[in-house]
Antibody, heavy 120, light 110 residues
């Protein structure tokens, strides 16, 4: 079973850029899966951020579009999230997740999550 | 894109059945059989419980079942057990190639 691990700074200053990476322990980002980022503000619900496919295709949340870039690094078996112009409202636990095989419209494997705090 | 609507809390006694509703719109739940359900314990990552409205992944108890009618999907937990106490979230694919989660439901086993 694939394992996903998020990494990146736990503290980002307001108006800066949040950058996270999701490393895959096995499986390959070049398989027939989509890969997503999902976040959860402290004490609140889940929010889908965006997804990427091996082809390079991406889809982003309409509420965050314009601030997000999701990219894949096939050679290093990882994909990344960049979120620009962050504010305190972007403070959350960020999860990376794998969609079900062959264009599955669900998330069957999740990373453990990483807390990112936006503060000066 | 508004979050799907779930009850804030549902409770039941051990052995009983409970149902969590998830109400969306014609842009998501009503027009796609791509509703999934997730269980989350505090401080832990969510776990997939149901996908494509009513399918159970391998390893998930058959006490969990899903259904859909119109713009409302439902998760039923039969023979409720203490270990079922957690937060539950629904999710749906949408007409603009995105995903939307539900507001979340806290399940309490009395």
């Amino acid at each position: 079973q694939v394992q996903l691990q998020e990494s990146g700074p736990g503290l980002v200053t307001p108006s800066g850029t949040l950058s996270l990476t999701c490393a895959l322990s096995s499986d390959s980002i070049s398989g027939n899966n989509w890969w997503s980022w999902i976040r959860q503000p402290p004490g609140k619900g889940l929010e889908w951020i965006g997804e990427i496919h091996l082809s390079g295709s991406t889809h982003y949340s309409p509420s965050l579009k314009g601030r997000i870039t999701i990219s894949a690094d096939n050679s290093n078996n990882q994909f990344s999230l960049k979120l620009n112009a962050v504010t305190a409202a972007d403070t959350a636990v960020y999860y990376c997740a794998r969609h079900g095989y062959n264009f599955g419209y669900y998330f069957d494997s999740w990373g453990q999550g990483i807390l990112v705090t936006i503060s000066s | 894109q508004s979050a799907l609507t779930q009850p804030a809390s549902v409770s039941g006694s051990p052995g009983q059945s409970i149902t969590i509703s998830c109400t969306g719109t014609s842009s998501d739940v009503a027009n796609y059989n791509y509703v999934s359900w997730y269980k989350q314990h505090p401080g832990k990552a969510p776990k997939l419980m149901i996908y494509d409205v009513s399918n159970r992944p391998s390893g998930v108890s058959n006490r969990f079942s899903g259904s859909k009618s119109g713009n409302t999907a439902s998760l039923t937990i039969s023979r409720l057990q203490a270990e079922d106490e957690a937060d539950y979230y629904c999710n749906s694919y949408t007409s603009i190639s995105s995903y939307v989660f539900g507001t979340g439901t806290k399940v309490t086993v009395l």
